[in-house]
Protein backbone atom coordinates (compact mmCIF):
# COMPACT_ATOMS: atom_id res chain seq x y z
CA UNK A 1 0.00 0.00 0.00
CA UNK A 2 2.59 2.12 1.30
CA UNK A 3 4.90 1.51 -1.56
CA UNK A 4 2.88 3.15 -4.29
CA UNK A 5 3.53 6.70 -6.36
CA UNK A 6 0.23 7.66 -5.24
CA UNK A 7 1.02 7.00 -1.24
CA UNK A 8 4.64 9.18 -1.76
CA UNK A 9 1.89 11.81 -3.41
CA UNK A 10 0.05 12.07 -0.59
CA UNK A 11 2.19 12.37 1.88
CA UNK A 12 3.77 14.84 -0.27
CA UNK A 13 0.67 16.91 -0.06
CA UNK A 14 0.74 17.19 3.48
CA UNK A 15 4.13 17.77 4.03
CA UNK A 16 4.17 21.65 5.53
CA UNK A 17 7.82 21.94 4.10
CA UNK A 18 7.13 20.99 0.64
CA UNK A 19 7.56 24.13 -1.26
CA UNK A 20 10.97 24.92 0.08
CA UNK A 21 11.84 22.34 -2.67
CA UNK A 22 11.23 24.81 -5.39
CA UNK A 23 13.90 27.18 -3.44
CA UNK A 24 16.96 25.17 -4.89
CA UNK A 25 17.79 24.07 -8.49
CA UNK A 26 17.22 20.34 -8.68
CA UNK A 27 19.73 19.07 -11.17
CA UNK A 28 19.17 17.58 -14.03
CA UNK A 29 20.02 13.94 -15.67
CA UNK A 30 18.48 12.85 -19.28
CA UNK A 31 16.35 16.00 -19.07
CA UNK A 32 14.51 14.84 -15.79
CA UNK A 33 15.13 15.91 -12.21
CA UNK A 34 17.30 13.27 -10.97
CA UNK A 35 16.22 12.26 -7.46
CA UNK A 36 19.05 13.62 -5.62
CA UNK A 37 20.06 11.91 -2.49
CA UNK A 38 23.40 12.96 -1.77
CA UNK A 39 22.77 16.36 0.19
CA UNK A 40 25.51 14.89 2.80
CA UNK A 41 28.08 15.13 0.20
CA UNK A 42 26.91 18.54 -1.28
CA UNK A 43 23.65 20.25 -0.99
CA UNK A 44 21.63 21.93 -3.49
CA UNK A 45 22.39 25.51 -4.64
CA UNK A 46 19.28 27.73 -3.03
CA UNK A 47 18.12 29.86 -6.20
CA UNK A 48 19.00 33.23 -4.18
CA UNK A 49 22.50 32.26 -3.80
CA UNK A 50 23.17 34.27 -7.55
CA UNK A 51 21.30 37.13 -6.13
CA UNK A 52 23.05 37.60 -3.40
CA UNK A 53 26.73 37.23 -4.47
CA UNK A 54 25.79 39.67 -7.43
CA UNK A 55 25.15 42.23 -4.45
CA UNK A 56 27.78 42.00 -3.13
CA UNK A 57 29.93 42.00 -7.04
CA UNK A 58 27.88 45.14 -7.37
CA UNK A 59 29.09 46.97 -3.97
CA UNK A 60 32.23 45.92 -4.81
CA UNK A 61 32.15 47.33 -8.44
CA UNK A 62 30.48 50.76 -6.99
CA UNK A 63 31.95 51.26 -3.64
CA UNK A 64 35.38 49.71 -3.83
CA UNK A 65 37.23 49.74 -0.52
CA UNK A 66 34.18 51.50 1.01
CA UNK A 67 32.13 48.47 0.76
CA UNK A 68 33.72 47.35 4.53
CA UNK A 69 31.29 50.17 5.78
CA UNK A 70 28.51 51.72 3.10
CA UNK A 71 27.76 48.00 1.35
CA UNK A 72 23.76 47.02 1.71
CA UNK A 73 25.32 44.19 4.15
CA UNK A 74 28.75 45.89 5.06
CA UNK A 75 31.75 43.76 4.70
CA UNK A 76 33.80 44.15 7.86
CA UNK A 77 30.86 42.75 9.94
CA UNK A 78 29.28 40.32 7.46
CA UNK A 79 30.21 37.42 9.46
CA UNK A 80 28.45 38.44 12.26
CA UNK A 81 25.03 37.98 10.37
CA UNK A 82 25.30 34.36 10.63
CA UNK A 83 25.57 34.28 14.93
CA UNK A 84 22.19 34.06 14.73
CA UNK A 85 21.17 31.47 12.03
CA UNK A 86 24.34 29.19 13.27
CA UNK A 87 23.40 29.55 16.89
CA UNK A 88 20.22 28.35 16.30
CA UNK A 89 21.01 25.50 14.54
CA UNK A 90 23.73 24.39 16.77
CA UNK A 91 21.84 24.96 20.26
CA UNK A 92 24.43 27.55 21.21
CA UNK A 93 24.81 30.88 22.02
CA UNK A 94 25.66 33.71 19.48
CA UNK A 95 28.78 34.50 21.14
CA UNK A 96 29.99 30.77 20.73
CA UNK A 97 29.56 30.53 17.26
CA UNK A 98 31.67 31.82 14.02
CA UNK A 99 31.81 30.99 10.46
CA UNK A 100 35.57 31.14 9.57
CA UNK A 101 37.69 29.32 7.27
CA UNK A 102 37.21 25.56 6.43
CA UNK A 103 36.35 22.71 8.42
CA UNK A 104 39.98 20.92 8.63
CA UNK A 105 41.56 24.30 8.89
CA UNK A 106 39.43 24.67 12.22
CA UNK A 107 40.00 21.40 13.45
CA UNK A 108 43.49 22.71 13.40
CA UNK A 109 43.24 25.81 15.16
CA UNK A 110 40.15 24.45 17.59
CA UNK A 111 43.25 21.53 18.66
CA UNK A 112 45.89 24.14 19.33
CA UNK A 113 43.28 25.52 21.46
CA UNK A 114 42.11 22.48 22.90
CA UNK A 115 44.49 20.15 22.52
CA UNK A 116 47.24 20.95 24.86
CA UNK A 117 48.78 17.68 26.42
CA UNK A 118 51.15 17.72 28.95
CA UNK A 119 53.48 14.40 30.31
CA UNK A 120 50.67 12.21 31.74
CA UNK A 121 47.90 13.78 30.24
CA UNK A 122 48.36 13.32 26.25
CA UNK A 123 46.04 10.78 24.98
CA UNK A 124 43.07 11.05 22.25
CA UNK A 125 39.81 8.75 21.89
CA UNK A 126 38.51 9.13 18.15
CA UNK A 127 36.29 6.74 16.29
CA UNK A 128 37.67 3.74 13.80
CA UNK A 129 36.31 5.25 10.20
CA UNK A 130 36.84 8.82 11.22
CA UNK A 131 36.54 10.61 8.37
CA UNK A 132 40.13 10.38 6.55
CA UNK A 133 41.31 14.23 7.21
CA UNK A 134 39.77 13.89 10.90
CA UNK A 135 42.59 11.22 11.56
CA UNK A 136 45.19 13.30 9.51
CA UNK A 137 44.55 16.13 11.68
CA UNK A 138 44.76 13.94 14.52
CA UNK A 139 47.90 12.08 13.74
CA UNK A 140 49.56 15.48 12.78
CA UNK A 141 48.30 16.70 15.78
CA UNK A 142 49.91 14.37 18.45
CA UNK A 143 52.85 14.27 16.15
CA UNK A 144 53.55 18.45 16.40
CA UNK A 145 52.84 17.96 20.33
CA UNK A 146 56.00 15.53 20.38
CA UNK A 147 54.06 12.33 20.47
CA UNK A 148 53.39 9.19 18.04
CA UNK A 149 50.36 9.04 17.10
CA UNK A 150 49.86 5.11 17.30
CA UNK A 151 50.68 6.30 21.33
CA UNK A 152 48.48 9.07 21.75
CA UNK A 153 45.60 8.03 19.12
CA UNK A 154 43.06 5.08 20.46
CA UNK A 155 40.56 4.36 18.23
CA UNK A 156 37.26 2.98 19.33
CA UNK A 157 36.08 -0.08 16.68
CA UNK A 158 32.83 -1.52 16.12
CA UNK A 159 32.39 -4.64 18.44
CA UNK A 160 32.61 -7.99 15.37
CA UNK A 161 29.69 -8.61 13.39
CA UNK A 162 28.93 -4.88 13.77
CA UNK A 163 29.05 -1.55 11.48
CA UNK A 164 28.31 0.97 14.17
CA UNK A 165 30.36 1.67 17.38
CA UNK A 166 28.39 0.79 20.79
CA UNK A 167 28.31 3.69 22.78
CA UNK A 168 29.39 1.83 26.27
CA UNK A 169 32.45 1.49 24.72
CA UNK A 170 33.65 4.76 24.20
CA UNK A 171 32.26 5.59 27.58
CA UNK A 172 34.39 2.60 28.88
CA UNK A 173 37.42 4.08 27.18
CA UNK A 174 36.97 7.21 28.75
CA UNK A 175 36.66 5.94 32.14
CA UNK A 176 39.84 3.23 31.39
CA UNK A 177 42.00 6.23 29.78
CA UNK A 178 40.94 8.40 33.08
CA UNK A 179 43.81 11.07 33.80
CA UNK A 180 45.59 10.15 30.89
CA UNK A 181 42.88 11.12 28.53
CA UNK A 182 43.33 14.97 27.24
CA UNK A 183 40.94 14.83 24.74
CA UNK A 184 38.04 13.00 22.95
CA UNK A 185 37.36 13.88 19.24
CA UNK A 186 34.28 11.92 17.52
CA UNK A 187 32.10 12.86 14.27
CA UNK A 188 28.76 14.19 15.57
CA UNK A 189 27.20 11.93 13.19
CA UNK A 190 29.66 9.34 11.41
CA UNK A 191 30.29 9.73 7.86
CA UNK A 192 30.00 6.38 6.97
CA UNK A 193 27.42 4.91 9.01
CA UNK A 194 25.19 8.23 9.72
CA UNK A 195 25.19 6.93 13.38
CA UNK A 196 24.45 9.67 15.89
CA UNK A 197 27.05 9.74 19.15
CA UNK A 198 25.00 11.19 22.18
CA UNK A 199 27.37 14.01 22.46
CA UNK A 200 26.15 15.10 25.96
CA UNK A 201 26.64 11.41 27.44
CA UNK A 202 30.30 11.70 25.71
CA UNK A 203 30.83 14.85 26.87
CA UNK A 204 29.96 14.10 30.51
CA UNK A 205 31.52 11.52 30.82
CA UNK A 206 35.15 13.47 29.15
CA UNK A 207 34.71 16.08 32.16
CA UNK A 208 34.18 13.68 34.79
CA UNK A 209 37.96 12.47 34.07
CA UNK A 210 39.02 16.12 33.45
CA UNK A 211 39.32 15.73 29.32
CA UNK A 212 38.19 18.01 26.61
CA UNK A 213 35.44 17.18 24.78
CA UNK A 214 35.11 18.27 20.45
CA UNK A 215 32.81 17.20 17.86
CA UNK A 216 33.29 17.65 14.22
CA UNK A 217 29.78 18.00 12.91
CA UNK A 218 30.06 17.66 9.17
CA UNK A 219 27.43 15.30 8.75
CA UNK A 220 25.49 16.90 12.01
CA UNK A 221 24.68 19.88 11.33
CA UNK A 222 21.93 21.23 9.52
CA UNK A 223 20.63 17.45 10.19
CA UNK A 224 20.23 16.53 13.35
CA UNK A 225 19.15 17.81 16.71
CA UNK A 226 22.22 19.99 18.25
CA UNK A 227 22.23 21.86 21.88
CA UNK A 228 25.79 22.10 22.40
CA UNK A 229 25.76 24.64 24.90
CA UNK A 230 23.62 22.75 26.55
CA UNK A 231 25.33 19.94 26.23
CA UNK A 232 28.39 21.75 27.91
CA UNK A 233 30.22 20.43 24.88
CA UNK A 234 33.95 22.27 24.78
CA UNK A 235 34.55 23.23 21.18
CA UNK A 236 32.76 21.90 17.23
CA UNK A 237 33.68 22.52 13.87
CA UNK A 238 31.81 22.05 11.19
CA UNK A 239 31.54 22.72 7.24
CA UNK A 240 28.72 23.88 5.11
CA UNK A 241 28.46 22.42 1.96
CA UNK A 242 26.44 18.88 3.18
CA UNK A 243 23.26 19.68 4.31
CA UNK A 244 23.76 23.59 4.97
CA UNK A 245 23.79 24.05 1.20
CA UNK A 246 26.18 27.07 1.57
CA UNK A 247 28.15 25.47 -1.92
CA UNK A 248 31.00 23.77 -2.60
CA UNK A 249 34.33 24.56 -0.82
CA UNK A 250 31.85 27.20 1.74
CA UNK A 251 33.02 28.96 4.52
CA UNK A 252 33.23 26.74 7.83
CA UNK A 253 31.76 27.19 11.30
CA UNK A 254 32.97 26.44 14.77
CA UNK A 255 31.99 26.18 18.78
CA UNK A 256 33.60 27.46 21.27
CA UNK A 257 32.25 27.21 24.40
CA UNK A 258 31.73 30.70 25.87
CA UNK A 259 33.80 29.80 29.19
CA UNK A 260 36.44 29.27 27.02
CA UNK A 261 36.16 31.63 24.71
CA UNK A 262 35.35 34.49 27.54
CA UNK A 263 38.78 33.07 29.63
CA UNK A 264 41.54 35.26 28.55
CA UNK A 265 43.86 32.25 29.68
CA UNK A 266 42.50 30.17 26.64
CA UNK A 267 45.22 29.91 23.88
CA UNK A 268 44.58 30.68 20.24
CA UNK A 269 46.46 31.48 17.49
CA UNK A 270 45.75 35.76 17.42
CA UNK A 271 45.04 37.75 13.57
CA UNK A 272 43.88 40.94 13.57
CA UNK A 273 40.24 39.59 13.04
CA UNK A 274 39.90 38.53 16.66
CA UNK A 275 41.22 41.69 17.59
CA UNK A 276 39.05 43.86 19.83
CA UNK A 277 36.60 45.55 17.37
CA UNK A 278 36.78 48.95 19.33
CA UNK A 279 40.50 49.28 18.75
CA UNK A 280 41.44 46.68 15.92
CA UNK A 281 42.13 49.55 13.42
CA UNK A 282 44.45 51.56 15.98
CA UNK A 283 46.25 48.43 14.60
CA UNK A 284 48.72 48.24 17.79
CA UNK A 285 50.78 45.80 18.69
CA UNK A 286 49.20 43.95 21.51
CA UNK A 287 46.81 41.11 20.51
CA UNK A 288 43.60 41.97 22.85
CA UNK A 289 41.04 38.91 21.94
CA UNK A 290 37.19 39.78 21.55
CA UNK A 291 35.98 37.55 24.03
CA UNK A 292 33.91 35.43 22.37
CA UNK A 293 33.99 32.79 19.62
CA UNK A 294 35.07 35.35 17.32
CA UNK A 295 38.73 35.88 18.44
CA UNK A 296 39.42 32.56 16.93
CA UNK A 297 38.51 34.43 13.62
CA UNK A 298 41.93 35.64 12.26
CA UNK A 299 41.74 37.21 8.86
CA UNK A 300 38.88 39.32 7.08
CA UNK A 301 35.66 37.68 6.34
CA UNK A 302 35.34 35.62 2.33
CA UNK A 303 32.51 37.70 1.69
CA UNK A 304 31.73 36.08 -2.02
CA UNK A 305 31.40 32.94 -0.81
CA UNK A 306 29.53 33.79 2.73
CA UNK A 307 27.09 35.39 0.19
CA UNK A 308 26.11 31.85 -0.46
CA UNK A 309 26.45 30.69 3.36
CA UNK A 310 23.72 33.52 3.66
CA UNK A 311 21.17 32.90 1.43
CA UNK A 312 21.03 29.46 2.71
CA UNK A 313 20.92 30.17 6.26
CA UNK A 314 17.80 32.45 5.58
CA UNK A 315 16.15 29.41 4.12
CA UNK A 316 17.18 27.42 7.16
CA UNK A 317 15.90 30.18 9.39
CA UNK A 318 12.42 30.55 7.68
CA UNK A 319 11.88 26.51 7.52
CA UNK A 320 12.64 26.42 11.67
CA UNK A 321 14.86 23.24 12.16
CA UNK A 322 12.89 21.61 14.60
CA UNK A 323 9.93 21.57 11.68
CA UNK A 324 13.06 19.68 9.79
CA UNK A 325 13.97 17.97 11.73
CA UNK A 326 10.71 15.90 12.36
CA UNK A 327 10.21 15.83 8.48
CA UNK A 328 13.58 14.26 8.41
CA UNK A 329 12.38 11.71 11.12
CA UNK A 330 9.07 11.00 8.95
CA UNK A 331 11.16 10.87 5.63
CA UNK A 332 13.88 8.29 6.69
CA UNK A 333 11.40 6.31 8.74
CA UNK A 334 9.61 5.81 4.87
CA UNK A 335 12.80 5.07 3.28
CA UNK A 336 13.30 2.12 5.78
CA UNK A 337 10.12 0.65 5.65
CA UNK A 338 10.38 0.75 1.69
CA UNK A 339 13.55 -0.68 1.97
CA UNK A 340 12.40 -3.48 4.66
CA UNK A 341 9.83 -4.28 2.11
CA UNK A 342 12.45 -4.88 -0.79
CA UNK A 343 14.91 -6.94 1.15
CA UNK A 344 11.99 -9.08 1.58
CA UNK A 345 11.56 -9.99 -1.79
CA UNK A 346 12.38 -13.72 -2.37
CA UNK A 347 14.72 -11.78 -5.56
CA UNK A 348 16.62 -9.48 -3.19
CA UNK A 349 17.01 -11.99 -0.35
CA UNK A 350 20.51 -11.24 1.04
CA UNK A 351 21.35 -8.38 -1.73
CA UNK A 352 22.02 -5.65 1.07
CA UNK A 353 21.98 -4.42 5.00
CA UNK A 354 21.36 -1.23 6.33
CA UNK A 355 24.62 -0.43 8.64
CA UNK A 356 22.63 2.38 10.01
CA UNK A 357 21.57 1.90 13.65
CA UNK A 358 18.64 3.47 14.99
CA UNK A 359 20.24 6.64 16.39
CA UNK A 360 20.51 8.37 13.12
CA UNK A 361 20.10 11.77 11.17
CA UNK A 362 18.71 11.24 8.04
CA UNK A 363 21.30 9.41 6.14
CA UNK A 364 20.94 5.30 5.55
CA UNK A 365 23.82 3.52 4.71
CA UNK A 366 23.08 0.22 2.50
CA UNK A 367 25.91 -2.49 2.69
CA UNK A 368 25.66 -4.90 -0.08
CA UNK A 369 26.82 -8.35 0.04
CA UNK A 370 26.76 -8.38 -3.67
CA UNK A 371 26.64 -6.42 -7.06
CA UNK A 372 26.91 -3.28 -4.85
CA UNK A 373 28.41 -1.35 -7.89
CA UNK A 374 26.13 -2.82 -9.89
CA UNK A 375 22.81 -1.58 -8.35
CA UNK A 376 25.20 1.70 -7.82
CA UNK A 377 25.31 1.79 -11.89
CA UNK A 378 21.58 1.05 -12.21
CA UNK A 379 20.49 3.50 -9.71
CA UNK A 380 22.18 6.25 -12.01
CA UNK A 381 21.69 4.93 -15.31
CA UNK A 382 17.63 5.41 -13.73
CA UNK A 383 18.17 9.27 -12.50
CA UNK A 384 19.50 8.84 -9.18
CA UNK A 385 22.36 10.66 -7.48
CA UNK A 386 23.29 8.73 -4.60
CA UNK A 387 27.10 8.12 -2.95
CA UNK A 388 29.27 5.38 -3.95
CA UNK A 389 31.79 4.13 -1.18
CA UNK A 390 34.49 1.70 -1.68
CA UNK A 391 33.84 -1.49 -1.84
CA UNK A 392 30.26 -1.76 -0.91
CA UNK A 393 28.68 0.48 0.47
CA UNK A 394 25.94 3.15 -1.18
CA UNK A 395 24.91 6.00 1.50
CA UNK A 396 21.47 8.26 0.72
CA UNK A 397 20.62 10.92 2.35
CA UNK A 398 17.09 12.29 2.10
CA UNK A 399 17.57 15.84 3.11
CA UNK A 400 14.31 16.92 4.79
CA UNK A 401 14.32 21.22 2.91
CA UNK A 402 14.31 19.72 -0.90
CA UNK A 403 13.75 16.25 -1.27
CA UNK A 404 10.29 14.40 -1.51
CA UNK A 405 8.35 11.72 -0.27
CA UNK A 406 8.19 10.87 -3.48
CA UNK A 407 12.43 11.10 -4.47
CA UNK A 408 12.29 8.30 -1.69
CA UNK A 409 9.62 6.28 -3.50
CA UNK A 410 11.60 6.46 -6.48
CA UNK A 411 14.58 5.45 -5.59
CA UNK A 412 12.83 2.55 -3.68
CA UNK A 413 11.20 1.60 -6.86
CA UNK A 414 14.60 1.22 -8.80
CA UNK A 415 16.21 -0.93 -6.12
CA UNK A 416 12.75 -3.15 -6.28
CA UNK A 417 13.27 -3.06 -10.49
CA UNK A 418 17.09 -4.27 -10.11
CA UNK A 419 17.47 -7.91 -11.07
CA UNK A 420 19.92 -9.14 -8.56
CA UNK A 421 21.97 -12.56 -10.38
C1 LIG B 1 33.20 16.44 4.72
C2 LIG B 1 34.08 16.19 5.89
C3 LIG B 1 35.35 16.80 5.97
C4 LIG B 1 35.89 17.66 4.86
O1 LIG B 1 36.87 18.53 5.32
P1 LIG B 1 37.19 19.92 4.57
O2 LIG B 1 38.23 20.50 5.41
O3 LIG B 1 35.90 20.69 4.51
O4 LIG B 1 37.64 19.58 3.18
C5 LIG B 1 36.11 16.55 7.10
N1 LIG B 1 35.64 15.75 8.10
C6 LIG B 1 34.43 15.16 8.04
C7 LIG B 1 33.94 14.31 9.17
C8 LIG B 1 33.62 15.36 6.92
O5 LIG B 1 32.43 14.76 6.85
Not at 129 to 151: I, T, V
Request: proline share 5%.
Amino acid sequence: MQFSETFAASLDANDKLSAFRSRFFIPEIKGKEAVYLCGNSLGLQPKTVEANIKAELHDWAKLGVEGHVHAKNPWLSYHEQFAGPLARITGAKESEVVAMNALTVNLHLLMISFYRPCQSRYRIICEEKAFPSDSYALQSQAKLNGYEPFDAIREIHPRPGQAHIDEQDVIDAILEEGDMLAMVMIGGVNYYTGQVFDMKRITEEAHKVGAIAGFDLAHAIGNIELKLHDWDVDFAAWCTYKYLNSGPGGVSGVFINEKHASNPKTFRLAGWWGHDKASRFKMEPDFIPIPTAESWQMSNAPVLSMAAHKASLDIFDEAGMENLISKSKELTAYLSSLLQEVQQLPSHKGLFTVITPDKRGCQLSLLFHKQGKDVFNFLSENGVIADWREPDVIRIAPAPLYNSYTDVYRFANIIKQFSPK
